[in-house]
């Protein structure tokens, strides 16, 4: 089954990545966000259209979403810190 639904959240960037994520998933449960720092390797190509990543600045004391999330995103490696929002 196909799901329809929104994509991208543009409007999440700046909010605290925790409740940007709660966003997503409230929105689309049907999806696995992955909350991940800046500069996480993605695999390349690929897909999945699954998951969302929500991408933070570590730098950022508050952790605040520092792209747009879009559905796609595929994680080559297990970065240091991932919440998983689906289980």
Same mark, same amino acid.
Request: some cysteine.
């Given at each position: +089954?196909?799901? /329809?639904?929104?994509? =991208? ?5 700046? +909010? ?5 994520? +709660? ?18 390797? #993605? ?18 004391? #508050? ?11 595929? /994680? ?6 991932? =919440?998983?929002? =689906?289980?």
């Amino acid at each position: +089954m196909v799901s /329809v639904g929104k994509t =991208s959240w543009p409007e999440l960037v700046g +909010m605290p990545a925790a409740q940007a994520a +709660m966003t997503i998933f409230g929105e689309r449960p049907d999806l696995g966000v992955l909350v991940l720092p800046v500069g996480t390797t #993605l695999s390349s190509p690929g897909f999945d259209s699954a998951r969302v990543c929500v991408f933070f600045d570590a730098r950022d004391k #508050l952790g605040r979403v520092a792209a747009t999330p879009t559905v796609g995103c595929v /994680v080559e490696e297990s970065p240091s810190f991932t =919440s998983d929002f =689906s289980t």
